[in-house]
């Protein structure tokens, strides 16, 4: 496979972003570990130590998830030469390569992404189980990360291997 060198380049970029974020989300989820999941009752008499890590955690899920899906997906298909459509076209490619378990996977990540990137505090059952959903699937979103990497390696790309501090 011939690659485009100048997508390849930007692909190094935005590979970049997304190890550094991907290594501050495993430090995020690992330190929820003995707080989550969360009941509505935690969330209303918790400390303000944890509503810190909580933000810390919403914060690097979305950009985890934001990175991966506006940036990498696709400067991976135009480094190999592929121009992606439309974000449908750029996930049905990533679920070929075997990135992403689906397509419609993906869409449901993004959707717990939006639910709980938002702070309502007169919904706080919404935001428990948005935050406890999250928390569920942040590794799931930390091993796509991995499976671009994979990905990369076995098409002769090389990307440096993202630090997990969940995999240590």
């Not at 990135?99 to 639910?115: F, G, K």
Request: charged share 30%; glycine share 2%.
């Amino acid at each position: 496979m011939t690659l485009n060198a100048s997508y390849l380049k930007l692909l190094l970029q935005n590979w970049s972003q997304t190890c550094r974020t991907a290594k501050r989300l495993a430090i995020s989820v690992n330190r929820l570990a003995e707080r989550l999941p969360l009941s509505i009752d935690d969330l209303q008499n918790t400390d303000e130590e944890l509503f810190e890590k909580l933000d810390a955690f919403r914060v690097r899920f979305g950009d985890l998830q934001d990175s991966l899906g506006a940036k990498v997906f696709r400067s991976l298909l135009l480094s190999e030469d592929e121009e992606p459509i439309n974000m449908a076209d750029t996930l049905n490619r990533m679920e070929k390569r075997q990135i992403i378990q689906s397509a419609e996977h993906w869409r449901t990540l993004r959707e717990i992404r939006n639910a709980f990137a938002h702070d309502y505090p007169e919904a706080e059952a919404e935001r428990v189980n948005a935050i406890n959903l999250a928390w569920k699937v942040a590794p799931e979103l930390l091993d796509i990360a991995d499976n671009i990497y994979h990905y990369c390696q076995r098409q002769n790309i090389n990307l440096p291997e993202i630090e997990r501090a969940d995999k240590q």
